[in-house]
């Protein structure tokens, strides 16, 4: 198979995957915009090179402020996921909900157990 050919049958289904990406993303608009997601100040990860990165700032610049036509959209692309039907989330308890079935080691967070 030629490589003409074989980009021919793959280019309608890469289209396709990034018209889903890009509604997936999408759908975090109204959360964006109403201020229901919230970023981690500063989260710094070392790379393959040794050099630290914060991944709040790289995920800002590179992916949010740069869409729909940002180089590359996997962080936002993974948020996104969490507004899929299918995904199972458990989302966290108001602290007045919390009923502990057993004590927690004291300095522990009542909400999350950490």
């Known amino acids: 198979?030629?490589?003409?050919?074989?980009?021919?049958?793959?280019?309608?289904?890469?289209?396709?995957?990034?018209?889903?990406?890009?509604?997936?993303?999408?759908?975090?608009?109204?959360?964006?915009?109403k201020g229901r997601i919230y970023l981690h100040p500063k989260l710094a990860k070392t790379n393959y090179e040794g050099k630290s990165i914060d991944l709040t700032q790289a995920f800002i610049d590179e992916e949010y402020l740069a869409f729909p036509v940002a180089v590359h959209d996997d962080m936002l692309d993974a948020l996104a996921r969490f507004l899929d039907e299918d995904m199972p989330i458990a989302w966290p308890l108001q602290a007045e909900e919390f009923e502990p079935d057993e004590p927690l080691e004291s300095g522990r967070n009542p909400i999350t157990g950490y």
Do not use: K
Request: aromatic share 10%.
């Open 1 to 33: 198979m030629t490589a003409g050919r074989r980009r021919g049958i793959a280019q309608p289904f890469l289209l396709e995957a990034l018209h889903l990406v890009g509604d997936r993303i999408r759908r975090l608009i109204p959360w964006f915009e």
